[in-house]
Structure formats: C-alpha cells, structure tokens
C-alpha cells in the first residue's frame, strides 16, 4: 500500500498528492509517469510525476476529476492509501540525458496548458537545478484554474501566463504568446509543449512554420503501461508508436494529432473500439481487455 502523506486541492477538482513510493522516487527522473489504481478492482490510472523526494521516498502527482476513477481518488483523505502505484513508466525527458554544459548554449520554451503544468514543472526544475533557465508559457481558460504559479516562477527564468478570458497574464492562447515573443526578438532551440491534445496540435502546426523543433508529451488513453495492450497506440511519422514505452515524448511534428484524437474519442465505446479494429487490422493489439 502507498501511503498519502499529503492532500491539497489546488484549484477547482485539480488535486495535488505526495505519496509515499521508496522505489519510485529513487529511480525516476523528469518526463516518466506512474499507473495508479484506488483498489484491486479498480481502474488504471497514469498520470505523470509532477515530483519526487528521494530523500523522503515521495513522489507528487496532479490529477483532475473527469470521470468516477478520478472523483474516487478525490474523496481520499491523508493517511489513506494507493492500493497499486506502478512505475516509474515511460522514457525521461530527451533534456536529462543532455550534458549541463551542452543544455546551457540552448534557449528552451516550454508551453503548459491547464493541467500539463504538472509534467512540465520537474522539467524545468530539473533545468535550473542544472543552471539552465528555460522560458515557461503557462496557459489556462481562467485565473481560477491556474495551478503551479509559484513553484513554477521559483525555477523559470521568464514565466508567462495566458488566460483565454483574459482575466489574468496575457490575454489569448498560448500559440499567441508563442508568436509575440518570437516577433519581440526570441529564439528558441527547442519547444517542449504539454497540455491538451488540441493545444498541442496548434502549438505543432505554428513552431513549425517558425522553425521551433518541438516535443510534445503524449498522455493518451493508457491500460497496461507495457505496450501490450495497445490502448495508447499513436502514430509518429507514418509509423506506430505506443506513448506507454516509446513515449510519451515524441516529435510532435510528426504526431498524427488528428488520428490521435479521433482514436481517443472511439476508445470510448464499444461501437468505437470495434471500428477501430477493422481500420488498424493486424496492427490492432486489442489486448487491452475492452475488445472481444
């Protein structure tokens, strides 16, 4: 079991926890992600590490309520427990395998949206623990649902925030804000951009046409966390990748963001799932328990 040391919500139905996970803090490292489950019988759930304390044997996660897994694991209290909390899962970041000194000449954006905030911020941590300062875009619909603010400005060498209503920051979505600072004189190496699917897609279609390499993280629908599966099947430059091991950062100039989220959306049903089957044919897994 996996002991809850702390609970905080940190904005409408968004909640942060530190959990008590001894291997998991000691091996994982920024970009990787875990698989949680509330019970035996209960659903998967990845969500990725917004934290660790080695020291403490912590690991910090960020979740929001969008369904009754969610809503389950909002109703636990301190002291309770994580029945399963499975990792760390995934590759780390392409930046931590990057010498100090080679990611020092390097100007690196990164663009959060909503709950992305969370895997981007052990990120750039990790950066300026490591004496680079990175430029951080953090977008949300409103003021009320900006999280990380702080801990983020602790460690980001310029913090911008963008509200789509305008009500704090500046006004309008992160792409706007991609381009204005580009137009002020910015250059960028490299983007790394997580967030909403959409987000990111536009985020893809304009670093593109600015010349911005750019890395998104993929966290779709995911069952397993070992690639049998297939639930988290995505396609990278015509070719089939799974974001649980081959990911979940990718090229996101290469990521079919439409395919994807169309997948996304038909995983939902039963109807869905047997549609794709009959277009994937023998590059559909189905071992992820739902299909028949």
């Not at 909503?114 to 003021?143: F, M």
């Not at 925030?161 to 009500?167: L, N, Q």
């Not at 490299?190 to 750019?214: D, N, S």
């Not at 998104?216 to 995505?234: F, H, K, W």
Request: with cysteine; aromatic share 6%.
């Amino acid at each position: 079991m996996y002991k809850i040391v702390k609970k905080e919500e940190l904005t409408t139905n968004i909640f942060l926890m530190d959990v008590e996970a001894v291997r998991v803090a000691k091996t994982c490292q920024p970009g990787q992600f875990v698989i949680v489950r509330t019970d035996a019988e209960a659903e998967r759930i990845p969500l990725t590490i917004c934290d660790y304390d080695r020291d403490k044997g912590t690991v910090t996660i960020v979740f929001q309520c969008v369904g009754a897994a969610t809503h389950i694991m909002a109703g636990l209290k301190e002291g309770d427990a994580f029945h399963d909390f499975v990792g760390p899962l995934g590759c780390p970041s392409e930046l931590v395998n990057e010498s100090a000194e080679a990611l020092q000449k390097k100007k690196i954006l990164f663009v959060a949206g909503g709950v992305g905030a969370a895997p981007v911020y052990p990120q750039v941590k990790w950066l300026h623990e490591h004496g680079v300062a990175a430029d951080v875009i953090v977008g949300s619909k409103t003021r009320d649902l900006l999280i990380l603010e702080k801990e983020m400005e602790a460690v980001a060498g310029n913090l911008y925030i963008t509200t789509d209503d305008g009500s704090y920051g500046r006004s309008g979505m992160v792409t706007q804000t991609i381009q204005e600072l580009v137009t002020e004189g910015k250059h960028y190496d490299v983007c790394i951009a997580i967030g909403p699917m959409i987000m990111m897609k536009f985020v893809c279609l304009l670093t593109k046409e600015l010349g911005i390499p750019t890395v998104v993280s993929l966290n779709p629908i995911m069952v397993d966390g070992t690639g049998m599966c297939g639930a988290c099947r995505v396609t990278v430059d015509g070719k089939v990748k799974f974001a649980c091991v081959d990911g979940p950062e990718f090229d996101g100039h290469g990521v079919n963001f439409d395919e994807a989220m169309r997948r996304q959306t038909l995983y939902k049903t039963e109807e869905g799932r047997a549609m794709l089957k009959l277009q994937e044919g023998d590059t559909h897994q189905g071992r992820c328990g739902n299909c028949q």
